[in-house]
């Protein structure tokens, strides 16, 4: 089966982003540095990174074994909810950039909507209502980032499209990106087509339904698999592609880093099949931290929301 060599375009510098990218949340150290290094080994030229994973060191030793040569990699890292702030935003991306042994990112994420004034090691964070109702300080902050040539671009994660509108509103420079939930239990197409409408691309977390790979036993997806003499993750993330949607696999197991890396043609009638089935799960999210943060209103735009 042929590689993913399939790169979108990212609106505001024509700069390609390579479609798919490896995921490494729960990449514990000791795994995730061979991980980074099979994947370039293996064609990935994408890496996905965030500060609150705690090993962008690792990865940042993997991107050195791999041998490869700066240029050719699309690396990207997120903001954690502690630096959201204006006065934050410049430590907090070079913690990242020192972590990763970089001199700049080639993206850069907002990685949630929430800002915490305080993290505490256990229990709920503090809230710092203020930038988390309106995100636009630290956004500017974000953009002052770009103009010193520390990141090529910027975006956010986690955004609905109420988010979204509001934050264009008030942009300079408009998100490249927005990194969301997408897979077969949270296909979310009112979020792709607006998206697509407004030049920002969706890439699509936890592609396979996030720890443990739960969606691969779907039977839609493997009846699919077996037409193609191919694996369902094989199916799910070239479905994503063909919705025009960056993917993020994560794994740590090298036959699975470069099983994941090869593309399947699927029909348009196996496409159809794939949302079909996608619509019947509606939005069941996997990742959704507002109980715990004491952020119900996370997930919600509408006037009268909370946030
Ligand atoms: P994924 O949907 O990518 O699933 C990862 C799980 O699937 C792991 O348990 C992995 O196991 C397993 N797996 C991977 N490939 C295969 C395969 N071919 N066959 C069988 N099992 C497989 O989950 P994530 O939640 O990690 O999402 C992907 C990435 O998205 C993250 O790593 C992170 O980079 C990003 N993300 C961003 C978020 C945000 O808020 N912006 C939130 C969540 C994720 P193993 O590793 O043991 O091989």
Redesign the pocket.
């Known amino acids: 089966m042929p590689p993913f060599t399939k790169t979108f375009e990212l609106a505001a510098t024509k700069i390609k982003i390579p479609a798919v990218?490896?995921?490494?949340?729960?990449?514990e150290p000791g795994?995730v540095r061979d991980?980074v290094r099979v994947a370039i080994e293996s064609g990935y030229r994408h890496i996905?990174?965030?500060w609150a994973?705690k090993n962008e060191a690792e990865v940042g030793q993997g991107i050195r074994d791999s041998g490869i040569d700066r240029k050719e990699l699309f690396v990207t890292s997120?903001l954690w909810n502690t630096f959201h702030s204006p006065d934050k935003v410049a430590a907090g991306l070079q913690e990242t950039l020192d972590n990763l042994g970089l001199d700049h990112l080639d993206l850069y994420?907002l990685?949630?909507p929430v800002a915490f004034a305080k993290q505490p090691s256990k229990g709920k964070p503090e809230i710092d209502w203020a930038l988390t109702k309106d995100v636009s300080p630290t956004w500017a902050a974000m953009e002052k980032l770009v103009e010193q040539g520390k990141t090529k671009h910027i975006g956010v994660?986690?955004f609905t499209i109420g988010r979204c509108e509001k934050l264009l509103k008030q942009a300079k420079i408009k998100p490249a990106v927005n990194?969301?939930?997408l897979?077969l239990h949270c296909s979310q197409p009112e979020l792709v087509q607006w998206s697509h409408d407004h030049g920002i691309l969706l890439?699509?977390?936890?592609?396979?339904?996030?720890?443990?790979?739960p969606?691969?036993s779907d039977s839609v997806v493997k009846d699919i698999a077996a037409a193609h003499g191919a694996?369902?993750?094989?199916v799910?993330i070239s479905w994503q592609v063909k919705r025009g949607i960056v993917v993020?696999?994560?794994?740590?197991?090298p036959?699975?880093?470069k099983?994941?890396f090869e593309s399947i043609d699927l029909s348009a009638d196996e496409v159809s099949r794939l949302n079909k089935r996608a619509s019947e799960f509606g939005t069941q999210r996997?990742?959704d931290p507002s109980k715990a943060w004491g952020v119900p209103d996370l997930w919600k735009d509408e006037p009268g929301a909370k946030l």
Do not use: F
């Not at 694996?231 to 094989?234: E, F, K, M, R």
């Open positions: 990218g490896l995921g490494t949340w729960k990449s795994q991980a996905d990174c965030a994973y997120k994420l990685h949630w994660s986690n990194q969301v939930e897979n890439e699509a977390y936890s592609p396979l339904g996030s720890t443990g790979a969606q691969l694996s369902p993750a094989q799910l993020l696999p994560k794994s740590v197991t036959q699975r880093i099983e994941n996997t990742v």
